[in-house]
């Protein structure tokens, strides 16, 4: 049997074993302990992270949702802007339909009523150049017959002297002589005058274009204008450069409208054309007539009487010509003559 020192040594080893394995067992605990308080503090630390992402979160959560509600409201509104600008297009683009229909519609009537102007304005100045070419030849005839009424009656007064003279027996040679003298002075300054008349209407523009305004002034007078009230000659204005023009004629017209006339007196190549006997002669005056006539509806063009100041005139110039045989062989030797002036 064990005795009691092996006992008492056993039971000091046992406690010592126990006290050993408690103390042991304690540190490990502690260090248990410690390790599992790190890992608390770990957790919590990354909760405390994972709140304030979370919060972070959050905030951008509820930035984004304010963000979305307002960009639905902008949307919505933008809906509603481009539904409303749908509708207005659609408005406009049939105000635009029935504009276009209304300006094809006042485009053909404005055409049929310039066709009409210019038929009307053609029969008007048929009318007037018919008129006044048989005004002319009146005035004309008359004027013959003023100069050519002296001569007559002093042609009978001579051939009474003579008959006179003769039956009587006493034909005085020295009278006779100087009615003779008288007579034949008179018949050279008459075919003096005639020549002097010729030249000045056929070959000085000037003068032509003097009697041309005569004729037209007539025209107006006789048609019941009143002149510097309703029809004014020479109108003096300038043009968009600064430059003066001088309208032969402006008459005024309803609602502050103005109509511009120019006169045009073709008379050289005209005669010529006219006192020719060789044909190749006449077809050259003939050209020179047109080419005349031609040219200066192009300067009248050039001119835009319609753009000058003080001016509220149509596109277009009424060109007068006095001369209606000289007219009338223009248009019936030049078919486009018409179409060239209107357009």
Same mark, same amino acid.
């Given at each position: 049997?064990?005795?009691?020192?092996?006992?008492?040594?056993?039971?000091?080893?046992?406690?010592?074993?126990?006290?050993?394995?408690?103390?042991?067992?304690?540190?490990?605990?502690?260090q248990l302990k410690q390790m599992q308080q790190?890992?608390?503090?770990?957790?919590?630390?990354?909760?405390?992270?994972?709140? $304030?992402?979370?919060?972070?979160?959050?905030?951008?959560?509820?930035?984004?949702?304010?963000?979305?509600?307002?960009?639905?409201?902008?949307?919505?509104?933008?809906?509603?802007?481009?539904?409303?600008?749908?509708?207005?297009?659609?408005?406009?683009?049939?105000?635009?339909?029935?504009? $276009?229909?209304?300006?094809?519609?006042?485009?053909?009537n404005l055409e049929a009523i310039q066709e009409?102007?210019?038929?009307?304005?053609?029969?008007?100045?048929?009318?007037?150049?018919?008129?006044?070419?048989?005004?002319?030849? +009146?005035?004309?005839?008359?004027?013959?017959?003023?100069?050519?009424?002296?001569? %007559?009656? %002093?042609?009978?007064?001579?051939? =009474? =002297?003579?008959?006179?003279?003769?039956?009587?027996?006493?034909?005085?040679?020295?009278?006779?002589?100087?009615?003779?003298?008288? +007579? !034949?002075?008179?018949?050279?300054?008459? @075919?003096?005058?005639?020549?002097?008349?010729?030249?000045?209407?056929?070959? @000085? /523009?000037?003068?032509?274009?003097? #009697?041309?305004?005569?004729?037209?002034?007539?025209?107006?007078?006789?048609?019941?204008?009143?002149? @510097?009230?309703? !029809?004014?000659?020479?109108?003096?204005? $300038?043009?968009?450069?600064?430059?003066i023009m001088r309208p032969d004629v402006v008459?005024?017209?309803?609602?502050?409208?103005?109509?511009?006339?120019?006169?045009?007196? /073709?008379?050289?190549? !005209?005669?010529?054309?006219?006192?020719?006997?060789?044909?190749?002669?006449? /077809? $050259?005056?003939?050209?020179?007539?047109?080419?005349?006539?031609?040219?200066?509806? =192009?300067?009248?063009?050039?001119?835009? !009487?319609?753009?000058?100041?003080?001016?509220?005139?149509?596109?277009?110039?009424?060109?007068?010509?006095?001369?209606?045989?000289?007219?009338?062989?223009?248009?019936?030797?030049?078919?486009?003559?018409?179409?060239?002036? #209107?357009?």
């Amino acid at each position: 049997m064990m005795g009691i020192e092996g006992v008492v040594a056993l039971i000091i080893g046992a406690a010592l074993g126990v006290f050993i394995m408690t103390l042991i067992s304690k540190n490990r605990l502690q260090q248990l302990k410690q390790m599992q308080q790190e890992e608390i503090n770990g957790f919590l630390n990354q909760q405390i992270e994972l709140n $304030k992402a979370l919060a972070i979160s959050n905030e951008k959560s509820d930035n984004l949702a304010n963000r979305m509600d307002q960009l639905d409201r902008q949307l919505e509104k933008e809906r509603e802007l481009k539904h409303e600008a749908e509708k207005l297009l659609v408005s406009r683009d049939s105000e635009l339909i029935n504009l $276009k229909q209304r300006l094809e519609e006042e485009k053909k009537n404005l055409e049929a009523i310039q066709e009409r102007s210019r038929v009307e304005f053609e029969n008007v100045a048929h009318r007037i150049l018919k008129q006044q070419t048989a005004d002319f030849t +009146i005035t004309s005839q008359k004027g013959l017959q003023d100069i050519l009424t002296p001569l %007559r009656e %002093r042609i009978q007064d001579f051939e =009474k =002297k003579v008959d006179l003279t003769y039956e009587k027996g006493l034909k005085d040679q020295s009278d006779l002589k100087a009615e003779l003298l008288k +007579i !034949y002075d008179l018949s050279v300054t008459l @075919d003096k005058d005639a020549k002097n008349l010729t030249n000045a209407l056929k070959s @000085d /523009s000037k003068r032509q274009g003097n #009697w041309g305004e005569i004729i037209l002034e007539r025209v107006l007078e006789r048609s019941g204008l009143i002149k @510097d009230q309703e !029809y004014y000659l020479q109108f003096s204005t $300038k043009n968009e450069q600064g430059a003066i023009m001088r309208p032969d004629v402006v008459i005024r017209l309803p609602e502050d409208k103005h109509l511009v006339i120019d006169s045009k007196v /073709s008379l050289t190549a !005209y005669t010529e054309y006219v006192s020719a006997e060789e044909e190749h002669l006449r /077809s $050259k005056k003939l050209r020179e007539h047109l080419d005349s006539i031609r040219r200066h509806i =192009k300067e009248l063009s050039e001119k835009r !009487y319609d753009q000058l100041l003080g001016i509220n005139s149509p596109d277009f110039v009424l060109m007068f010509m006095p001369v209606e045989p000289a007219f009338a062989l223009a248009v019936q030797a030049d078919h486009e003559l018409f179409n060239y002036a #209107w357009h």
